[in-house]
């Protein structure tokens, strides 16, 4: 019992070291400016940025599970070819693009994996 007194600032330390790790597994959450809509279908992506040449150039999100996404308000700090993030989204289904290269989201939130 004394030795566990005796060592508790570094018993201490070392619990909230372990918590901190163990808490998110990621960075911390961005909201992109502008903020999305309230209109849209909520979701959640994990998944790979990727910059397209197609008109002009653009970045979208190639998710885990091979969907490609095209979000309208990505950051400028998560416009990095091969980037892993994980977003939450609203699908919508009522704005046309000109990427066509997937399904046009905005990003509720955006984080590095």
């Known amino acids: 019992m004394r030795y566990l007194l005796h060592h508790r600032p570094l018993i201490a330390t070392i619990a909230l070291v372990v918590a901190a790790g163990c808490s998110s597994g990621g960075s911390e959450w961005v909201v ?11 979701m959640h992506i994990t998944g790979v940025v990727h910059h397209y040449e197609l008109e002009g150039g653009f ?21 990095k070819e091969g980037l ?28 590095k994996r």
């Open 32 to 42: 992109p400016t502008p903020a999305p809509g309230t209109t849209g279908t909520k």
């Open 84 to 111: 892993s993030v994980e977003a939450d989204a609203l699908k919508r289904n009522d704005i046309v693009g000109i990427h066509q290269t997937g399904t046009i989201v905005e990003l509720v939130r955006i984080r």
């Open 59 to 79: 970045y979208a999100i190639r998710a885990d599970d091979g969907a490609t996404y095209d979000p309208t308000n990505l950051p400028p700090e998560f416009q």
